[in-house]
């Protein structure tokens, strides 16, 4: 068994048990202690759990479940984007998925999937798919950001450009025909970035609200974009624009006014 097979494994254990001790994960994954230990070690400096006397705990502030029972702004709007970026999703599909909110409701969907992998360094999204056996989760390692329940950072760039999808599913905070992509902060810009630049089709998932407005940080060309998935809000004239400026396909997604 794998490193990353493990990780999963024991994040899922100790979520469910609320604590356990080395030796009851060694037994449960049928590993040494020795090796339970070095792998707590780097589960708990990727703060997926904290590390206690004997074992590890489940994270306090418990991120991932107050993910998963929230309902954001333009939720019908979310759930239907999800449910048709599902839908290009194919048996056997290795994806990157990322932690926005859009993205995450994908998962009721994947879940009737057979035999896909997803990479991912969104806590919740893990949350969701752990248990589905036709699942297989890569979780990214990294720097653990609790406000986005998410893991970013150096590590977990180097981590995304260890692998290679055939297809990304992004999120973004702001597109525009002038500035393509852009974000709030640098940390999810370059995570983006590298799921951009690792697989071979890149879905971005974006309601109408956020198309024609700028964020912070520019960091990928509509160019980069293959499908872009939003709601029938968005103008005819703006969709055709942005097809015009490079971007593959637009994809409108019919939701109730």
Known sequence: ?????????????????????????????????????????????????????GGAMRPESAVVTSFTGKKAAGSIQKEKIGEAAASYVQDGDTIFM??????????PHLKKKNNIRVITNSLPIVAELIDTPTVTINLIGGELDSSRKAVHG???????????AAKAFIGVDGISQE???SAHSETESSITSAFIQNCEHVYLLCDSSKIGRDSYIKFAAL???????????????????????????????????
Do not use: W
């Not at 977990?156 to 260890?162: G, L």
């Open 223 to 257: 160019t980069d974009i293959s499908f872009l998935i939003t709601d029938n809000r968005l103008e005819e004239s703006t969709a055709m624009s942005l097809k015009e400026k490079g971007i593959g396909e637009v994809v409108s997604v019919q939701v109730p006014n």
């Open 154 to 164: 150096a590590k977990a760039v180097e981590h995304v450009n260890s692998y290679h």
């Open 98 to 107: 990322d932690c926005g909110s859009t993205v995450f409701q994908m998962c």
């Open 1 to 53: 068994m794998t490193f990353q097979e493990r990780k999963k494994k024991i994040v899922a254990a100790v979520f469910e048990a609320g604590s356990l001790s080395v030796f009851q994960l060694a037994d449960q994954l049928a590993a040494s202690p020795a090796t339970i230990r070095r792998d707590l070690h780097e589960i708990t400096q990727e703060g997926l759990l904290i590390r206690t006397h």
């Open 179 to 181: 500035n393509g992509l």
